[in-house]
């Protein structure tokens, strides 16, 4: 097998495991509050990754204050911001619906960083814009879709956006923080900056607790560490535009596993949603592709 579909398996292995998190944070919301189960999630995965640091022999990066400030940033906006928002956006509304939006992250994400650095517009992404919008809108307006629902929805959109300006934040570092590093460093200011918060917040389902911790555990030892590690495996493997193509498995992997785990319905406007959604983000990855292929 050639180093590079090694690379591609590690890839879908890592965007199968985000996919799984919505399914995950719906049953984490059933049970446990938003900020507890993050601050949960946080600490059980600190330890692995301080462990890995430990055994690779990595060490945390000397940063300068204003370096500092935006690793917080990340940390509060990017880790705690997305998962509390998921995880509360989850108690309203479909995880089918969450796998969707969430799916349009690769196109949110360039969309900030031309609205907030004034990067050029890469090719097509005016286009793919439009299409993962015109397919979000499907599921938020399908028929039968309550008050609750839609604010549920609004909610994912707010943690792809938090998700969004994490990359956008990384993009500002003045001093390059490797991946296991950085990971670590939001991993554990994430924790602090969640503890306060959860310790005012009140159970709601004694009965779900026990799934829910579970769920939580899943979250912080397959998705956070694994789904890590299978990440950068791939991404050393291939390119960064290539890279990018994989994460239209992340919605799929979400809708599949919505139904076959939660039983969830899927409907027409589901499909219509999700085809929208992997139309603008392969065609915004494979443009790309083509982008750096090109002879200068």
Known sequence: MSDKIKGYLYLTAAMTTVGSTVIASKIIAAGVPPFTATALRFAMALPVFIAIMLLTGRRLPKL???DRLLVVLQAVAGSVGYTTLLIAGLSLTSAANAGIIIG??????GAIAILLLGERPRPGIYLALAIAASGVL?????PGEGQ????????????????????????RLRTPVEPLA????????GLAACVIPAAFETHLNSMQIQPAL????????????????FWYAGARRVSGAEASVFTAVAP??????????LGETISLNHVLGIGCVLAAVLGLGLSEIRLRK???
């Open 148 to 171: 609750s629902s839609v604010i549920g929805d609004v909610l994912i959109f707010g943690a792809v956006l938090c998700e969004g300006l994490f990359i956008l934040v990384n993009k």
């Open 214 to 229: 579970w769920a939580i555990a899943y979250y912080a030892l397959v998705p956070t560490v694994a789904g890590f590690l």
């Open 138 to 142: 499907a599921i938020v307006l399908q």
């Open 182 to 189: 950085l990971s670590t460093l939001v991993t554990a200011i």
């Open 104 to 109: 349009t992250l690769p196109v949110v994400s």
């Open 64 to 66: 300068s204050r204003r």
């Open 252 to 261: 799929v992997s979400a809708v599949f596993m919505a139904a076959s785990v």
């Open 294 to 296: 090109r002879p200068a």
